[in-house]
């Protein structure tokens, strides 16, 4: 089926260094979808990528959607405290409407 | 987005009882979906609940094990039964995004604990 490969697994960094992370998959992906989760809670939705060489910020979040379809990158630049989390790439399994998850980069920060 | 909350936030079973988990959105939803996150996992999903269709489970999941419910287009239960350590988890129900979009949201998860 198909899945979803996320590096790193984890990082640690000092505050206001920039985060880079990725997710690459065997199979073609119509959709790319970032989500951070913190402890005790559900994924939150960071960024959506629809279209191949889309490039899309949401703040000081910036994601990729590769123009192969088979990949897609997060970037978090000066990272602050609270951007400590999980992070997940998923994307929808062809002809369904069902999600498929990465299975995540944790970013712990150093202040 | 829909507003999802999920009851209880976490809770602390005996092996072999039952635990139901309930799943309330703030707008009508057609799909939502039952995940399973297990200590230090990413997420798996359980199964897809239709409402007015039994739900559709993925492998490795049965509808003995975990049965749901889909009474109306705002509410969904999921039931853990017969629990077991193994079973310890967060539960995770989810719906679709706009009509057509893929992206779906979350509530705030059930914290399971067998013990």
């Known amino acids: 089926g198909q899945q979803l490969n996320q590096s790193p697994q984890s990082m640690f960094i000092q505050e206001g260094e920039d985060v880079s992370m990725n997710c690459t998959s065997s199979?073609?992906?119509?959709?790319w979808l970032w989500y951070k989760q913190e402890p005790g809670e559900g994924p939150v939705l960071l960024i959506a990528l629809y279209k191949a060489g889309e490039l899309t910020s949401n703040g000081r979040l910036t994601a990729q959607f590769g123009i192969t379809r088979k990949d897609s990158f997060l970037n978090i630049s000066a990272s602050i405290p609270s951007d400590v989390g999980i992070y997940f790439c998923a994307g929808p399994i062809q002809g369904a409407q069902k999600l498929v998850f990465g299975q995540g980069t944790r970013l712990t920060i150093n202040p | 987005s829909a507003v999802i909350s999920q009851k209880p936030s976490r809770d602390i079973c005996q092996r072999g009882t039952s635990l139901t988990i309930q799943c309330q959105v703030d707008s009508q939803v057609t799909m939502m979906f039952w995940y399973r996150q297990q200590p230090g996992q990413s997420l798996t999903l359980i199964a897809t609940a239709n409402q007015g269709s039994e739900a559709t489970y993925e492998s490795g999941f049965v509808i003995d094990k975990f049965p749901i419910s889909r009474p109306n287009l705002t509410f969904s239960t999921l039931t853990v039964s017969n629990m077991s350590p193994e079973d310890s988890s967060i539960y995770l129900c989810?719906?679709?995004?706009?009509?057509?979009?893929?992206?779906?949201?979350f509530g705030q998860g059930t914290r399971l604990t067998v013990v």
């Open positions: 989810s719906v679709e995004g706009a009509t057509g979009a893929t992206e779906a949201f």
């Open positions: 199979s073609i992906f119509n959709t």
